[in-house]
């Protein structure tokens, strides 16, 4: 029995238990995501310009009818693209109101990117697509719909 319980013994101590450098490093990883962080409402509007940014930059002169080309970009950013027209169809309140303004904005004003709360959790990110006409001047021809929840808008801010 004394030497069952040595030999037990000795195994047990005998496997160190370390752990790979790559496994160190996805342990670092993931305390470090899940430790509390303060941010401001000026670093979430940041963070969520520049996510924004990104993903229409990528859209942007590409045909976006392909629904692999935005599923993978929803996977990848796991967030929700729309491409808001005026006669886009399950528009939510807050799209509606920045379609208005991006369709009846004055002729020579410059239409902007957008970052605005779309309910509790999440933020929407718009860039409006504008099509120059034969005389110089700019229309309004959709917009870039990006809602993005906040929590991956905070993980994604550099410290």
Do not use: W
Not at 39 to 49: L, R, W
Not at 54 to 80: H, N
Not at 94 to 120: F, H, I
Request: proline share 3%; aromatic share 6%.
């Amino acid at each position: 029995m004394n030497r069952c319980l040595t030999v037990g013994l000795i195994i047990l101590f005998g496997c160190g238990g370390t752990l790979t450098d790559e496994q160190r490093k996805k342990a670092k990883k993931d305390m470090a995501d899940h430790a509390l962080k303060k941010v401001t409402e000026a670093q979430i509007t940041e963070s969520a310009f520049l996510l924004g940014r990104t993903i229409a930059k990528f859209l942007e002169g590409k045909s976006v009818s392909s629904s692999v080309v935005l599923d993978s970009l929803q996977s990848k950013y796991q967030s929700r693209i729309t491409m808001l027209s005026t006669t886009s169809k399950f528009k939510s309140e807050t799209e509606t109101q920045l379609l208005d303004a991006y369709v009846n904005a004055p002729a020579n004003t410059e239409l902007t990117d957008n970052v605005q709360r779309a309910g509790k959790d999440s933020i929407l990110y718009t860039k409006p697509i504008t099509k120059t006409l034969p005389d110089g001047s700019k229309r309004f021809n959709y917009a870039i719909g990006v809602t993005i929840p906040k929590k991956i808008v905070v993980l994604s801010i550099k410290e």
